[in-house]
């Protein structure tokens, strides 16, 4: 339970509660990303484009998307990304360090494929850091560079973007209602009977966020 102020929108704070506070809160909270940095989101989910809104509210110059979906990586640029890649064409670590001249300040790893969460160790700049959130199977391994992990370039698991709900949430929702964190962009409303669509839409990434209006 989260107390929220009164002229909140209700309807749409539900994903508030998971993919959206994780992906804000793995930029805003766990890794702290400064003005003028530069970070790239692998993978362009709710997780992944809440990522790309909290990178914005930070003061992010250069954001960069990753996703193979061109629908949301036309999302992602709506809501502030800077750049796109759409890995099933290019080489996400080479046109990374390309964009960046040598790497990104900072990666957030969302997708939990590990031939991805090495790509975005694999673009960090020195003493970059990487987030992961994906969240992978148990045994689930992955393998690194050591030579380039050496420069003092960092790995650091994200839960929920160590957010603590009372105190994150009604700041994500002072930051909506400023039209700064335009997360209602992620959602489209279904009525319960058509939760069969608002399923597939999701699972076939037509829909980032499908939110079920229960009717009498």
Same mark, same amino acid.
């Given at each position: ?33 400064? !003005?003028?940095? #530069?970070?790239? *989101?692998? %993978? ?6 809440? $990522?790309?809104? +909290?990178?914005? =509210? ?61 790509? !975005?160790?694999? #673009?960090?700049? *020195?003493? %970059? ?6 969240? $992978?199977?148990? +045994?689930?391994? =992955? ?74």
């Amino acid at each position: 339970m989260v107390k929220v102020r009164p002229d909140a929108p209700l309807e749409i704070l539900g994903p508030l509660g998971c993919g959206v506070q994780t992906g804000a809160g793995g930029v805003l909270n766990s890794l702290q990303v400064e !003005a003028g940095s #530069s970070i790239a *989101i692998f %993978g362009a989910g709710s997780v992944g484009l809440s $990522a790309v809104m +909290g990178a914005v =509210v930070a003061g992010c110059t250069t954001i960069i998307a990753v996703d193979i979906k061109p629908g949301r990586l036309s999302l992602a640029l709506e809501l502030g990304a800077t750049h796109t890649i759409n890995s099933a064409d290019d080489d996400p670590v080479k046109a990374i360090k390309d964009i960046t001249g040598g790497g990104v300040d900072y990666a957030v790893e969302t997708s939990a494929l590990p031939a991805v969460f090495r790509q !975005a160790v694999d #673009s960090l700049t *020195i003493m %970059g850091v990487c987030g992961l959130i994906g969240g $992978a199977s148990p +045994g689930v391994e =992955v393998s690194f560079d050591m030579s380039h992990l050496l420069f003092g370039r960092t790995i650091r698991g994200i839960i929920q973007g160590d957010s603590v709900p009372d105190l994150f949430i009604p700041r994500l929702i002072d930051l909506h209602l400023q039209g700064r964190f335009p997360f209602d962009r992620l959602i489209k409303f279904y009525t319960l009977d058509e939760i069969n669509q608002a399923c597939t839409a999701s699972e076939e990434g037509v829909v980032v966020k499908p939110v079920l209006r229960l009717t009498a």
